[in-house]
C-alpha cells in the first residue's frame, strides 16, 4: 500500500465537498492532471478507478487519494448503486510517495518545521462511521457563505486528516516502532546536538543497543545517528553564521565542534566553502 508524504508547511487548504451516487452502469470520468487532491469515502457499492498504472476496486467503507498530476480512469462501469464522498484539496508543498518498504525520510534543514503528514493512499479506515458522520458536517456546509463557514470547513477538513494520521499509526506494528524509535533518535539529537554525544551515550539515553538505533535510522532516515548529527550541526553552523557576529571557532563550538579546525574542515567538506565564505555570500 503506497503512503503519501507531504512535507510541512504548508498545510493542505480544503477546498470543497461533495457527495455522487452512480446508478449501476455508470461509472467516473476520466481526467488528467485534475492540478488538485482528489479524497474519495465510498458509503455504498463499489468504485473501479485507476490512477496510471495503479488500479483500485474502493467498496464501502474505504478511502482512496488520487493525486493532481495523474491520469484517473474507470477500469469497469459500477454493478451496483455506489454513492461515496469526495473532498477537494489542495497543497502547495512537496510531496512522495512511499510504498510498504520506503519509509525514508529526508534530512530537515535546522529551521524546517519538523512534521510530516502521512496519509494511506488506499485504506479502510477502522472509524469509518466516525469519519462519514464528520464528512455529513462538512456537507452542510457547502452552500454557505461567511468567514465562520469558512473557519469551521477549514477545521472539520484538518480533524480528518488528523483521522487518517492516526489510521496510518496503527499500521504493522514492527514498522511503527521503527519508526517511532528512529522519530525519538532524531529528537534526542536535535535537542542534545551541542553536547558530546556518541553511540554509547545515545544507547544509554534510549535504552537501546546503539546497533538497534543505527538500525531504525539507517531505515527510516537512510543515515546513521551520528551522519544525522553532523549534518544538523552543520545546519545550526549555517544559521549562526548568517544570523550573528560570532567567530568561526564560536560558532563552532556552540553547534557542538570542540575543534575549530575540524569545523572549517567539516564544513567546506559539506557545502563546498568554508564558514567565512558562506558568511559573506549569505549574511547582508
Known amino acids: 500500500m503506497n503512503r503519501i508524504l507531504l512535507e510541512l508547511p504548508p498545510l493542505p487548504y480544503y477546498i470543497t465537498i461533495g457527495r455522487t451516487q452512480y446508478e449501476p452502469g455508470q461509472q467516473h470520468p476520466n481526467r488528467r492532471n485534475l492540478g488538485i487532491f482528489d479524497l474519495l469515502f465510498i458509503v455504498q457499492g463499489t468504485l473501479y478507478i485507476g490512477e496510471d498504472e495503479e488500479q483500485w476496486e474502493v467498496s464501502q467503507g474505504q478511502s482512496l ?84 463557514v469558512y473557519w469551521k470547513e477549514q477545521q472539520q477538513f484538518m480533524e480528518l486528516l488528523q483521522m487518517l494520521q492516526e489510521e496510518e499509526e ?12 528512529a522519530e525519538r533518535t532524531e529528537a534526542y539529537l536535535r535537542q542534545h546536538y551541542q553536547q558530546d554525544l556518541t553511540n554509547e551515550t545515545l544507547a544509554e539515553a534510549l535504552h537501546f543497543h546503539h546497533n538497534y538505533i543505527a538500525r531504525c535510522m539507517k531505515e527510516i532516515y537512510r543515515c546513521t545517528p551520528m551522519e544525522y548529527l553532523l549534518r544538523y550541526r552543520l545546519e545550526q553552523a549555517k544559521l549562526l553564521l548568517i544570523k550573528t557576529e560570532w567567530s568561526v571557532a564560536e560558532v563552532g563550538e556552540r553547534t557542538g565542534f570542540r575543534y575549530a579546525p575540524y569545523f572549517s574542515s567539516c564544513f567546506k567538506r559539506h557545502t563546498g566553502m568554508p564558514p567565512l565564505a558562506f558568511r559573506k555570500l549569505h549574511a547582508r
Not at 119 to 138: D, G, K, N, W
Not at 170 to 181: E, M
Open 65 to 148: 487519494l488520487l493525486l493532481p498530476d495523474r491520469y484517473h480512469y474507470s477500469t469497469a462501469p459500477c454493478l451496483s448503486e455506489t454513492v461515496f464522498y469526495w473532498i477537494h484539496f489542495e497543497f502547495q508543498g512537496a510531496y512522495h510517495i512511499l510504498s510498504d518498504t520506503d519509509y525514508s525520510l529526508p534530512i530537515r534543514h535546522a529551521w524546517a518545521n519538523p512534521y510530516k503528514l502521512r496519509l494511506p493512499q488506499y485504506s479502510s479506515p477502522r472509524q469509518f462511521a466516525r469519519v462519514e458522520q464528520l464528512l455529513e458536517h462538512m456537507l452542510e456546509h457547502v452552500d454557505a457563505n461567511g468567514s465562520s
Open 170 to 181: 496503527l499500521g504493522d506494528a514492527a514498522t511503527r516502532s521503527v519508526l517511532k524509535l
